[in-house]
């Protein structure tokens, strides 16, 4: 009995670390190739085109990575749901930090960014735990509109010190808040029979089309004022998003059981 229960308190752990190592390896392989693809991958595999139709179909490359996740996700989502979860979180976050898939450069502000969300990810879920996901959420992507056109601003100003400020802030502190949350809200709409599988099919369908945001921003931004246009297209999809969230259930007081199932009701005790 000791050592089942041994064996069985394991398995969240090493299912954790297998997920954060599978996740850094993907986000390390999209991070290179979207930075190389808005770079260099125009002029090395489409030079005869002109640099924005090559910078167009680097892109697009890009975006075809992620069409094959949906079908990953079908095919391997009901695996684990029958033969267990160990090692898949059904997919990772990318509302696609344009930074990296518009244009590779200030790469200083990436990193503090990302730092800062170490600290910042905790703290938002902290939150959602006792206010519940959907309030956390849908303040994130509202910011995140507005933050993001605030960003584009300052990249077409050149002025490193804004880029700076508001790429920390943006992707360090106010896109952790849906980062942070969404693994969670996404999951608990499922009860546990399909919860792996509904969760990762739905995210990676939209992880697909989202792969070619960057080719979209780039057929739209041209100009000296097309950062306007691809702020008012990435706000509009925030927008979206919390237009969604908010039709979601509330779940941060359902009870582990009760996820997913049309009887499931907030407990009377909230979360510490």
Same mark, same amino acid.
């Given at each position: 009995?000791?050592?089942?229960?041994?064996?069985?308190? *394991?398995?969240?752990?090493?299912? @954790?670390?297998?997920? %954060?190592?599978? +996740?850094?390896?993907? #986000?390390?392989?999209? $991070?290179?190739?979207?930075?190389?693809?808005?770079?260099?991958?125009?002029?090395?595999?489409?030079?005869?085109?002109?640099?924005?139709?090559?910078?167009?179909?680097?892109?697009?490359?890009?975006?075809?990575?992620?069409?094959?996740?949906?079908?990953?996700?079908?095919?391997?989502?009901?695996?684990?749901?029958?033969?267990?979860?160990?090692?898949?979180?059904?997919?990772?976050?990318?509302?696609?930090?344009?930074?990296?898939?518009?244009?590779?450069?200030?790469?200083?502000?990436?990193?503090?960014?990302?730092?800062?969300?170490?600290?910042?990810?905790?703290?938002?879920?902290?939150?959602?735990?006792?206010?519940?996901?959907?309030?956390?959420?849908?303040?994130?992507?509202? *910011?995140?509109?507005?933050?993001? @056109?605030?960003?584009? %601003?300052?990249? +077409?100003?050149?002025? #490193?010190?804004?880029? $700076?400020?508001?790429?920390?802030?943006?992707?360090?502190?106010?896109?952790?808040?849906?980062?942070?949350?969404?693994?969670?809200?996404?999951?608990?709409?499922?009860?546990?029979?399909?919860?792996?599988?509904?969760?990762?099919?739905?995210?990676?369908?939209?992880?697909?089309?989202?792969?070619?945001?960057?080719?979209?921003?780039?057929?739209?931004?041209?100009?000296?004022?097309?950062?306007?246009?691809?702020?008012?297209?990435?706000?509009?999809?925030?927008?979206?998003?919390?237009?969604?969230?908010?039709?979601?259930?509330?779940?941060?007081?359902?009870?582990?059981?009760?996820?997913?199932?049309?009887?499931?009701?907030?407990?009377?005790?909230?979360?510490?």
């Amino acid at each position: 009995m000791t050592d089942h229960s041994t064996a069985t308190q *394991g398995k969240p752990r090493k299912a @954790a670390v297998a997920a %954060w190592i599978g +996740s850094a390896l993907e #986000y390390y392989d999209f $991070f290179i190739y979207g930075t190389a693809a808005a770079l260099v991958f125009n002029k090395i595999f489409f030079p005869a085109s002109s640099p924005a139709t090559g910078t167009l179909l680097a892109l697009a490359t890009f975006g075809v990575g992620y069409l094959a996740r949906p079908v990953g996700a079908f095919v391997l989502g009901q695996r684990a749901a029958r033969r267990g979860r160990l090692g898949d979180r059904g997919g990772e976050h990318h509302l696609h930090r344009l930074r990296a898939q518009l244009r590779g450069e200030h790469r200083r502000p990436g990193v503090l960014a990302n730092v800062a969300a170490l600290f910042a990810i905790p703290l938002w879920a902290k939150l959602a735990d006792r206010i519940g996901r959907k309030p956390v959420f849908i303040g994130g992507s509202l *910011g995140c509109a507005v933050l993001m @056109a605030a960003y584009l %601003w300052s990249l +077409s100003l050149g002025d #490193y010190w804004l880029i $700076f400020a508001t790429g920390i802030l943006m992707f360090g502190v106010v896109y952790s808040a849906t980062n942070g949350i969404w693994p969670a809200f996404y999951g608990e709409m499922f009860p546990a029979r399909v919860r792996l599988s509904g969760m990762a099919i739905g995210t990676q369908i939209g992880f697909a089309l989202a792969g070619f945001a960057p080719s979209i921003a780039e057929a739209i931004g041209s100009g000296r004022d097309g950062w306007v246009n691809v702020a008012l297209f990435t706000g509009g999809l925030c927008v979206l998003n919390a237009i969604a969230v908010a039709t979601g259930r509330e779940t941060y007081r359902v009870p582990t059981e009760d996820l997913g199932l049309a009887s499931g009701r907030p407990s009377g005790v909230g979360v510490g």
